[in-house]
């Protein structure tokens, strides 16, 4: 079948962990190939970890043709450490199709994923899932659906059979029965109520959607099925109409009803603009238009190297052609161009507007960059991700494969751009941090397992740091004779405090030549290596002045290395005596939760030290703000998770540097060891 780009349909499954995307979309895929189920191998899945673990830990591509329309899937993980693919696979798709747990249909990632949602402002499908379980309502799970996400949420159909006895479908505007595989012209026995109502429910929903369409209605005229399904198309690409769907992906039921609202009712690329430029420029799904294609999800194979899936946003292009990344300047071509079906790549003549596409081995270009002719450069900006919350300090195992180790970090970070490699000024480690634990572990074992390398990781170093109070003198006076030349060296220092920030100054207040000139810039260098490790915990000290006023040297013996160790044996001894402090890094902390967590939230941040800044709303949750020392955080996103079920989010900025109590130093610092040690990951 020719691609054009209104007979495509860009589709994300979308919803939390256990609501059954993965094996909708399996499902959808064994429909399309003419199997009554799923394939026996997976498409989705087929990952060696995601097998293991038996759960989706990265998108998922694949295709299928139902009725006409060319559907590229986007499956997504509904684990909310890997929920990052979910946010990219919402801008790249037209339509997400919510899937719920019927006996649980509004959990953590649902909310998540909806609000990003909004964000992306992308119509949306929500299919009822797992209706042949127990305790299954499909009625209830509607009104819920409805509290949470409004009136525009409608049944499009309705399950015939409850719980174990799910058998089938009744359709709301063709008035058809799909049961066991055959149609019937009417509604099943025992059902016409509940159909009256929801039919009533459906029909006002659509007219409501379109002027014309809502004056026939009230004048009482009867809308033509035709004219009830381009009701619901124009609804659903405009927002207004939320169809739900009833379906047991596992019994394969009501999947092809599914199927049908994607391919005739879901909007096509062309209609719907929502690709933006850098520059502000809206740019249409034109298959005529300036070539531009978006690099959304990159697949790295240590074999077959980089595979890069791109949404061509506009225009066509075949390959071998001459192309330009905006971000690099680089020049590209697109190797083979393929559709993706799980790990299989499906050879096509060309990438046109709207598809979904696979090239291999670009050679500069990551994910989140766009493609473009050199005539026409265009460039869409990268999908805004959550952010870390989780981070170790990494390295390698083994001496001489810091390159082998950083290099593979940095191609599983283009593979998954919501994990993030910087190094700390403060403790001089390398920082990679991920959305959870498990996201952070899941990358150190793809590297181990892609790359044969293995990448030491442990809690990273809270960057605490010394000071002085008081001011104090004393005298560094290095004497060493040997057989030959001796070594001498005597400088005298006056030590004082600074305020916070100012960091290290030094004064030359030598008179008379009590040090040559020549020697006192090795005063100065040594005072700079003592100040690295202060008396208390061995950590910087900051925000001092060091006043060199008096001295004595030696013709012969002096020289810059004694005088070196002068200057630190004159700090060592003056810090001493300055009533030295330790300094303990401040962060602040915005937890968005749902109100009645607030005060659980409250209660643990006061138990961490945190001192509450303030509670704002923020649409329909609380912003909590507090300022709350950072070793006392090593632990948070973990019980945060714990106190909230999952339903809180955070970010964690730096703040400022604060003096530790004196009767806490020891459990302070202890404390940072203690979680150093266990946070370490094997």
Known sequence: ?????????????????????????????????????????????????????????????????????????????????????????????????????????????????????????????????????????????????????????????????????????????????????????????????????????????????????????????????????????????????????????????????????IAGSAPSPVDRSRWTTVDGEEIPCDEDGPFAAYVFKTYQDPFAGRLSVLRVVCGRCRSDEALTNPRTGSAERLGGVSHLMGKERVPTDEAIAGDIVAVAKLKDTHTFDTLCRPDKELRFEPVALPEPTTAFAVGAKARGEEEKVFEAIKRVIDEDPSLKLERSDATGEEILSGLAQMHVELALERINRRYNVEVEARAPKVPFMETIQGSAQAQGRYKKQTGGRGQFGDARIEISPLPQGSGFEFEDA???????????????????????????????????????????????????????????????NAVEKATPVLLEPYVKVEVLAPTELVGDIMGDLSGRRGRPMGIEQRGERQVIQAEVPQVEMLTYARDLRSITGGRANFHVEFGHYEEVPPNLVEKVLAANEREEEKEKVS
């Not at 094996?23 to 498409?43: C, Y």
């Not at 040594?526 to 900051?542: F, K, L, T």
Request: proline fraction near 5%; charged fraction near 25%.
């Open 510 to 572: 030598i008179v008379g030549g009590a040090i040559p000139r020549q020697f006192i810039p090795a005063v100065e260098k040594g005072i700079q290596e003592a100040m690295r490790e202060g008396p208390i915990a061995g950590y910087p000290v900051v925000d001092f002045k060091v006043r060199l006023h008096d001295g004595a040297f030696h013709s012969v013996d002096s020289s810059e290395a004694a005088f070196k160790v002068a200057g630190s044996m004159a700090f060592k």
């Open 1 to 261: 079948m020719a691609i054009e780009p209104a007979t495509i349909r860009n589709v994300c499954l979308i919803g939390h962990r256990g609501s059954g995307k993965t094996a909708l979309g399996e499902a959808m895929l064994g429909l399309a190939s003419g199997r009554s189920g799923p394939a026996p191998q997976r498409v989705l899945d087929h990952a060696e970890e995601e097998s293991e673990r038996g759960m989706t830990l990265g998108m998922g591509v694949a295709n299928l043709q139902w009725k006409g329309r060319h559907v590229n899937l986007l499956d997504t993980p509904g684990d909310g450490g890997f929920i990052g693919d979910a946010f990219v696979a919402q801008r790249v798709a037209d339509c997400a199709v919510l899937v719920v747990h019927a006996q649980d249909p509004i959990q953590v990632v649902t909310e998540r994923v909806w609000r990003r949602g909004e964000k992306e402002d992308i119509p949306h499908i929500v299919v009822v899932n797992h209706l042949d379980r127990e305790r299954t309502d499909f009625a209830s799970v509607v009104e819920q659906l409805r509290e949470r996400f409004g009136p525009a949420v409608v049944p499009l159909n309705l399950p015939i059979g409850r719980e174990d006895s799910f058998r089938g479908i009744y359709g709301l505007l063709t008035g058809i029965a799909f049961v066991d595989g055959e149609q019937k012209s009417e509604v099943p026995e025992g059902m016409e109520e509940e159909v009256e109502a929801a039919k009533l429910q459906v029909l006002e929903t659509i007219a409501e959607s379109d002027d014309t369409l809502l004056e026939k209605y009230l004048e009482g005229e009867e809308l033509t099925t035709e004219e009830l399904f381009e009701g619901l198309r124009r609804g659903i690409a405009d927002g207004v109409i939320i169809p739900a769907l009833a379906a047991s992906a596992e019994k394969v039921i009501g999947v092809d009803r599914v199927l049908d609202v």
